[in-house]
């Protein structure tokens, strides 16, 4: 069964870290490119960041950059979102995405595999 997998959601404290892990069954992500979109309730589905096949290209949202830090280990076929300095305009459903391009702004088009996502709350 091909499918991503989020993990390490939860709530934390406003100012704490968090970090996210996407973990990939089924296929291998050395393909493709991998994003991180987040979806707050009410809002519509926002681009957080992307990493390109190699690691070699990241890009960040204007409103998560000095914060974030994509990464991934393709021998462990899973992709990481450090999440430091949260605020709580941080809270949402955060999915990993996999597709063919890690562009800026970072988009949705193209995403071959979507997770199911994972719950972060940033709150005292």
């Known amino acids: 069964q091909l499918q991503l997998v989020e993990s390490g959601g939860g709530l934390v404290q406003p100012g704490g870290s968090l970090s996210l892990s996407c973990a990939a069954s089924g296929f291998t992500l050395d393909y493709y490119a991998m994003s991180w979109f987040r979806q707050a309730p009410g809002k519509e589905r926002e681009g957080v960041s992307c990493?390109?096949?190699?690691?070699?290209?990241?890009n960040y949202a204007d409103s998560v950059k000095g914060r974030f830090t994509i990464s991934r280990d393709n021998a462990q076929n899973t992709v990481y979102l450090q999440m430091n300095s949260r605020k709580p305009e941080d809270t949402a459903t955060y999915y990993c995405?996999?597709?063919?391009?890690?562009?800026?702004?970072?988009?949705?088009?193209?995403?071959?595999?979507w997770g199911k996502g994972t719950l972060v709350t940033v709150s005292s």
């Open positions: 995405a996999a597709g063919l391009h890690c562009t800026y702004p970072i988009n949705d088009y193209g995403m071959d595999y």
């Open positions: 990493i390109s096949r190699g690691g070699g290209t990241t």
